[in-house]
Every structure is written in C-alpha cells, then in structure tokens.
C-alpha cells in the first residue's frame, strides 16, 4: 500500500510495485543504481559478440563515442520504457546527413575544409590551394630538402618541433659526448638497464613501464631517463631481490637528476607546441625560444653540462633566433604571433629595439594582405536606419567616430595600453572577435597569424587519423566526406 505523511513524504513510491502494461511510461529516478553482476556478464558476453560479428577492435566499446550512445540509449530507455533498438537507430544515409548539418551548422565555420586528394602531384596541389586561399597560405614543414625544394615559392616555416629535436640530437651526437664521458656513461648504463629489464620480464615488479630511447622520437632520452629516475627506488629493490644491484649501483643519481632536469624544459615545450587544443601554438614559438636560450645558457656554467649547453645555445640562435628584414621571416610570423596574444602583447622578453621590429611587422603585414574592416566577409552589415524628425538638421549633428575609420596606428597603440579583461580560461580567437571593432586590422590579422601552427604535428595526427577512417571496408569515401569527419573529430567535447 502507499502511505504519505510529513515524515516519510512520498517514499513509498520507491518501494511501490506494480505491473507495467505494454506501452505504459515508467517512472525513472536519476540516482544510479549498482548494477548486479548477473547483468555484467551478460554485458560482456554481448560485447565479445559485437566486436566479433562486426570484426570491430576490442577498444572501441571503451570510445567516448560509443559510451556516450550506450548511455544516451540506457537514459531513453529510462524514459520512455522498453522499445526496439532498431526504431530509434538511424539510417546510415541519415547519420550522413546529421553529419554534414553539424558540420556546417556552426556559425564560426567560414568555408568548406577540404583535404589533399592523393590522386593528384603535390605541385597541382599546391597550384590548387594557392588559387583557393590566394597568398593567405603558410606551410609549415620539417627541414627536408625535398619539402623545402618543392615550397620555395612559397611562405614556409621551420616545424619548431623539429628544430627542438634537431637542437638535441646535435647536443647529444657522438663528438659531443665523447666531451662529456660522465654524461655519456650515464647514457649508455641507463640505457643497457632498460634492455635488461625489457628482456628479462623483471618489466612487470614495476608500477610504470621503463621507456627506451629511440633516435627517431623526439624527446626520448628524457622519457627514458625519467621513467627510471620516477622509480629509482623500486627498480634498486627488484635488483637487490635478483642479485643483479650493479646495474643501477653504477648510475649516478644525482647525474640523472641533473640531466633529467636539464631536458625537461624541452620536453614542455615540446608539448606546448605540437598541442592543438589550448592556445593557438604560434604564440608560444617565441617565448619558448627565449626561455630555451635562457636555460641552456645557465647551464653551460656547470661543468657535467657544459659542452652539451653549449651546442644547444648556438643551434638555438641559430634555428630559432635569427632574423630577417622582411615581415614574412620564419620568426617575424612567430614574434608578431607572440604580440597578438594579449596577455604577452608587450613582449617583454625582447629588447626596445626588437618590439618596435615586431610593430613594424605588424603594419607591413596588414598593409601587404590587405587587412581591412571593410572587406571583412564575417561583419554583417549595419541595418539602415530609420530617419527621424532630427534629420532634418542633420548638418549640425555631433559626428561620431567610426571604430573602422581608426588607423593603425591608434588601433596598435589602444591595443598595448588598453586594460587587459583576458580570463585564462577565455579562448585568445574568442578574445579578439569581442573586440574586432575596436581593432579590426588587428583582429583581422589575428585571425590570421594565430591560426598557424608550430609545428607539423597536428597535420601529421591527421595523416594517421585518416589512415583509421580510410580502411578498405571506407575505400569509396569522398575527400568531403573525410575532411567532414576530421572536423567534427577535432571540434567535438
């Protein structure tokens, strides 16, 4: 029976049970319930028939996709009672059409995204790409002569990444370190350590699996070193335990602290640059730079990292710091980019003399791709206005200034004085459409600038994403239909 008072309200509900005709609502409560182990199983066993009849891999019922429709379905369920999956699951052809509504339903998307069809040369590509986007087009490469060779009519940049691991592998080459044997033989102990216990199964008495180093992946001595610097102490325990404590009783500890600590700064960087989900990287290629030069340079006082320090701080000038007279130079893009995030507006890491190279950058660039308010595609014009009695004097009205009429000039020194409202949570590209009419120019090129990447990384996780969408059993899908996809993968929360 049910019972109701000022004390117990309406909880015999919960304890209430009755039959459910066919069709009826039930009644869901948001608390979650322990799901018993009888249905667990089930789950799993059903999860082992999907992956099998669908040759699906075993990963993809732990998707955030997939988990989001299972949760979704569970939730409808909740809602409306039991039904039959296959009166709510859409048709291919539909998720198709869903697919390109969201894609260009957004209002930030402004043309189509479109991706290098393989079946053409590079060359008529790169014909293509410049008739469709004009000279506003900046490739961003690693230092191959082949890349360099076939872009050298055109605006490219270093993929500061790439000059990072360059930057190390010169610093760490044999006539390098050969000036430096405790370093070297810290390298070579530490590395001979993790072969041994990648091959004798010791791997597994370890929280965290010990990483090697291999040439080709940037950042790897720092990742080899610090796996075994993180686990220092268990990794002495398990060879105490296996009579085999010499392989770590040899390594210095406080040497492994000192390297690990001289590599981790270009282990962030690298991270910073080659992400493309906080802010816009280009910003973040010169000050990075300068604080790469800055710590290399402290360290070449201590004498274990002197030689190495060294290196570091010539390749650096060297890749990263030199400049040029034109404002398309590799790092003129990258020092205007830095100028454009407002929170580092004043570049305070370069000199009098280098900020006022960057502002007249920042003109000659607005004044060579015609930067403009406007021809700004995305400002919607002003509704006319409907006249009024006052019109009639119109000729002794109070002009007001028009934020587009401003120039330059007053629209840069507005910007480096104005008080700062940036949260760290605000998006920078967010930032500056707020503030498009005050500074239009500005805004235009910072659309512009901020939207290069610091390195090919992005690109090339697009490359390998492609590579899972365009399996044989997706052979005929359209290069739309993928970039739809990249999109939509990439923008997606």
């Given at each position: 029976?049910?019972?109701?008072?000022?004390?117990?309200?309406?909880?015999?509900?919960?304890?209430?049970?009755?039959?459910?005709?066919?069709?009826?609502?039930?009644?869901?409560?948001?608390?979650?319930?322990?799901?018993?182990?009888?249905?667990?199983?089930?789950?799993?066993?059903?999860?082992?028939?999907?992956?099998?009849?669908?040759?699906?891999?075993?990963?993809?019922?732990?998707?955030?996709?997939?988990?989001?429709?299972?949760?979704?379905?569970?939730?409808?369920?909740?809602?409306?009672?039991?039904?039959?999956?296959?009166?709510?699951?859409?048709?291919?052809?539909?998720?198709?059409?869903?697919?390109?509504?969201?894609?260009?339903?957004?209002?930030?998307?402004?043309?189509?995204?479109?991706?290098?069809?393989?079946?053409?040369?590079?060359?008529?590509?790169?014909?293509?790409?410049?008739?469709?986007?004009?000279?506003?087009?900046?490739?961003?490469?690693?230092?191959?002569?082949?890349?360099?060779?076939?872009?050298?009519?055109?605006?490219?940049?270093?993929?500061?990444a790439h000059i990072?691991?360059?930057?190390?592998?010169?610093?760490?080459?044999?006539?390098?370190?050969?000036?430096?044997?405790?370093?070297?033989?810290?390298?070579?102990?530490?590395?001979?350590?993790?072969?041994?216990?990648?091959?004798?199964?010791?791997?597994?008495?370890?929280?965290?699996?010990?990483?090697?180093?291999?040439?080709?992946?940037?950042?790897?001595?720092?990742?080899?070193?610090?796996?075994?610097?993180?686990?220092?102490?268990?990794?002495?325990?398990?060879?105490?335990?296996?009579?085999?404590?010499?392989?770590?009783?040899?390594?210095?500890?406080?040497?492994?602290?000192?390297?690990?600590?001289?590599?981790?700064?270009?282990?962030?960087?690298?991270?910073?640059?080659?992400?493309?989900?906080?802010?816009?990287?280009?910003?973040?290629?010169?000050?990075?730079?300068?604080?790469?030069?800055?710590?290399?340079?402290?360290?070449?006082?201590?004498?274990?990292?002197?030689?190495?320090?060294?290196?570091?701080?010539?390749?650096?000038?060297?890749l990263l710091s030199?400049?040029?007279?034109?404002?398309?130079?590799?790092?003129?893009?990258?020092?205007?980019?830095?100028?454009?995030?407002?929170?580092?507006?004043?570049?305070?890491?370069?000199?009098?003399?280098?900020?006022?190279?960057?502002?007249?950058?920042?003109?000659?660039?607005?004044?060579?791709?015609?930067?403009?308010?406007?021809?700004?595609?995305?400002?919607?014009?002003?509704?006319?206005?409907?006249?009024?009695?006052?019109?009639?004097?119109?000729?002794?009205?109070?002009?007001?200034?028009?934020?587009?009429?401003?120039?330059?000039?007053?629209?840069i020194q507005e910007?480096?004085?104005?008080?700062?409202?940036?949260?760290?949570?605000?998006?920078?590209?967010?930032?500056?459409?707020?503030?498009?009419?005050?500074?239009?120019?500005?805004?235009?090129?910072?659309?512009?600038?901020?939207?290069?990447?610091?390195?090919?990384?992005?690109?090339?996780?697009?490359?390998?994403?492609?590579?899972?969408?365009?399996?044989?059993?997706?052979?005929?899908?359209?290069?739309?239909?993928?970039?739809?996809?990249?999109?939509?993968?990439?923008?997606?929360?």
């Amino acid at each position: 029976s049910l019972s109701s008072n000022h004390k117990t309200g309406t909880s015999g509900l919960r304890r209430h049970s009755c039959p459910i005709t066919k069709g009826q609502t039930k009644l869901a409560f948001t608390k979650s319930l322990l799901v018993p182990e009888k249905f667990k199983k089930e789950t799993r066993d059903k999860c082992v028939q999907f992956v099998c009849q669908d040759i699906r891999p075993y990963d993809t019922i732990s998707g955030k996709g997939f988990t989001q429709l299972a949760q979704h379905l569970v939730d409808t369920a909740a809602r409306i009672g039991k039904f039959d999956v296959c009166e709510i699951l859409p048709h291919p052809t539909t998720v198709l059409d869903a697919l390109l509504q969201q894609t260009y339903g957004q209002k930030h998307i402004e043309k189509r995204p479109f991706c290098l069809q393989p079946s053409i040369t590079l060359m008529s590509n790169l014909s293509y790409i410049q008739e469709y986007m004009g000279k506003k087009i900046i490739f961003v490469t690693d230092r191959g002569a082949n890349m360099i060779s076939a872009l050298r009519e055109y605006t490219r940049l270093n993929c500061t990444a790439h000059i990072l691991n360059v930057t190390l592998s010169s610093a760490f080459g044999t006539a390098i370190i050969e000036k430096s044997p405790e370093i070297a033989s810290l390298l070579t102990d530490v590395k001979k350590l993790v072969t041994y216990f990648k091959h004798s199964g010791q791997q597994g008495k370890l929280k965290k699996s010990l990483k090697q180093s291999i040439e080709t992946r940037w950042n790897s001595n720092f990742d080899m070193l610090n796996s075994v610097l993180e686990q220092y102490e268990d990794i002495a325990s398990v060879l105490t335990e296996s009579n085999n404590y010499d392989k770590i009783g040899r390594i210095s500890i406080s040497t492994l602290k000192l390297l690990v600590s001289f590599l981790k700064p270009f282990k962030e960087a690298t991270d910073d640059l080659e992400t493309d989900n906080t802010a816009p990287s280009a910003s973040l290629v010169l000050p990075w730079s300068v604080r790469l030069i800055e710590h290399c340079t402290s360290a070449t006082k201590d004498p274990l990292l002197s030689e190495i320090a060294t290196v570091c701080v010539t390749r650096l000038k060297e890749l990263l710091s030199a400049d040029s007279t034109s404002s398309h130079s590799v790092h003129m893009l990258y020092k205007i980019a830095t100028f454009l995030t407002p929170n580092l507006r004043g570049l305070r890491m370069l000199d009098e003399r280098g900020r006022q190279n960057v502002i007249q950058g920042v003109k000659e660039m607005i004044e060579d791709l015609k930067f403009d308010h406007a021809h700004d595609e995305d400002v919607e014009p002003t509704p006319a206005k409907r006249p009024t009695v006052l019109h009639k004097f119109s000729d002794w009205e109070e002009e007001e200034e028009s934020c587009g009429s401003k120039s330059l000039d007053v629209q840069i020194q507005e910007y480096r004085t104005m008080k700062l409202e940036l949260s760290s949570q605000q998006n920078i590209l967010q930032w500056w459409n707020s503030n498009s009419s005050q500074f239009p120019a500005l805004s235009n090129l910072a659309r512009f600038v901020l939207c290069i990447p610091a390195t090919s990384a992005p690109s090339e996780r697009a490359f390998s994403l492609c590579g899972r969408i365009l399996e044989e059993r997706r052979s005929v899908l359209k290069p739309s239909s993928v970039s739809d996809i990249l999109f939509l993968h990439g923008n997606l929360k």
